[in-house]
Nanobody
């Protein structure tokens, strides 16, 4: 089995910065692709940032220039660096990844999410 665990969410003031982490553990050989989504109350889940299987990175228009997704393959960890935070960024942030297992199968995995609250 493969698990994703997010951390780093907390209360932060507008214009502040925050870094979220997502660690893959268990039967992990490598992370093929990874995404960060946000889920605000009453809204649909939205894609924030993505690193695809060819390591091409894309961002939602709402976070371009403010958020950066990165991945540390040695640590099986994906990060979301968030700058110039706005109150509209308040949401649960979820990590999603396509994992290659040690049996060289692909596993599609979601984390439980971490709450980010931007408020003065």
């Amino acid at each position: 089995q493969v698990h994703l665990v997010e951390s780093g969410g907390r209360l932060v003031h507008p214009a502040g910065s925050l870094t979220l982490s997502c660690v893959a553990s268990g039967d992990v050989f490598a992370i093929k692709a990874s995404d960060w989504y946000l889920h605000a109350p009453g809204n649909e889940r939205e894609l924030v940032a993505n690193i695809n299987v060819r390591s091409i990175i894309t961002y939602a228009d709402s976070v371009k220039g403010r958020f950066t997704i990165s991945r540390d393959s040695m640590k099986n960890t994906v990060y979301l660096h968030m700058n110039s935070l706005k109150t509209d960024d308040t949401a649960v942030y979820l990590c999603h990844a396509q994992i290659t297992t040690n049996q060289f199968q692909t596993s599609d995995v979601w984390g439980q999410g971490t709450q980010v609250t931007v408020s003065s």
